[in-house]
T-cell receptor, first 109, second 116 residues
Framework: KNEVEQSPQNLTAQEGEFITINCSYS?????LHWLQQHPGGGIVSLFM???GKKKHGRLIATINIQEKHSSLHITASHPRDSAVYIC???????????FGKGTKLSVKP | GAGVSQSPRYKVAKRGQDVALRCDPI?????LFWYQQALGQGPEFLTY????????KSGLPSDRFFAERPEGSVSTLKIQRTQQEDSAVYLC??????????????FGQGTRLTVV
């Protein structure tokens, strides 16, 4: 069993829809990262959070440390949001990240 | 530079060839990580540097993989006698502080290696 599980693996939405991507993890952490990866391969850090909720524009990330669960929400989705969204947790003793397999999001106009 | 820079962006190697992948982290960043991302998978940890010291190389899949960061800035990941299973995107990330699970990491664009 992977230490970081994301769902769904693939998600297709219509422009304007509210989107939720879930992440569950089994290791003890003190921070969780949400990352965005575009087809070219580059990764952009969206959020790093250790408790509660963070908001940036149309993106909202929440985390429940007790339940070992985090969600990434996108409000008013847009085709440019199409990307792979990856959840990663700080797992190694040196701070290296353990990644989920990603959720491939496609937003149709 | 403004961000983490990796080169080359794409590399095609014949099986058995040696390759070298370069990572220029953000200036002043202490920590540097290498990750391997196979097609359709999330990235997996390869190795970690704190300045010039390689503190963790537990993720390197074989002794054909070697990484260095001699002056604590630029890092090179070398793969000797490449095999087809080495085909992947190799990602580099840097962070300002000494490791720590709460440290924000900045990623490069990655190098897509294809071994034919």
């Amino acid at each position: 069993k992977n230490e970081v599980e994301q769902s769904p693996q693939n998600l297709t939405a219509q422009e304007g829809e509210f989107i939720t991507i879930n992440c569950s993890y089994s290791v003890g952490i003190s921070a969780l990262h949400w990352l965005q990866q575009h087809p070219g391969g580059g990764i952009v850090s969206l959020f790093m959070l250790s408790s509660g909720k963070k908001k940036h524009g149309r993106l909202i990330a929440t985390i429940n440390i007790q339940e070992k669960h985090s969600s990434l929400h996108i409000t008013a989705s847009h085709p440019r949001d199409s990307a792979v969204y990856i959840c990663a947790v700080g797992g190694g003793s040196q701070g290296n990240l353990i990644f989920g397999k990603g959720t491939k999001l496609s937003v149709k106009p | 530079g403004a961000g983490v820079s990796q080169s080359p962006r794409y590399k095609v190697a014949k099986r058995g060839q040696d390759v070298a992948l370069r990572c220029d982290p953000i200036s002043g960043h202490v920590s540097l990580f290498w990750y391997q991302q196979a097609l359709g998978q999330g990235p997996e940890f390869l190795t970690y540097f704190q300045n010039e010291a390689q503190l963790d190389k537990s993720g390197l899949p074989s002794d054909r993989f070697f990484a260095e960061r001699p002056e604590g800035s630029v890092s090179t990941l070398k793969i000797q006698r490449t095999q087809q299973e080495d085909s992947a995107v190799y990602l580099c990330a840097s962070s300002l502080h000494r490791g720590g699970v709460g440290t924000e990491a900045f990623f490069g664009q990655g190098t897509r290696l294809t071994v034919v």
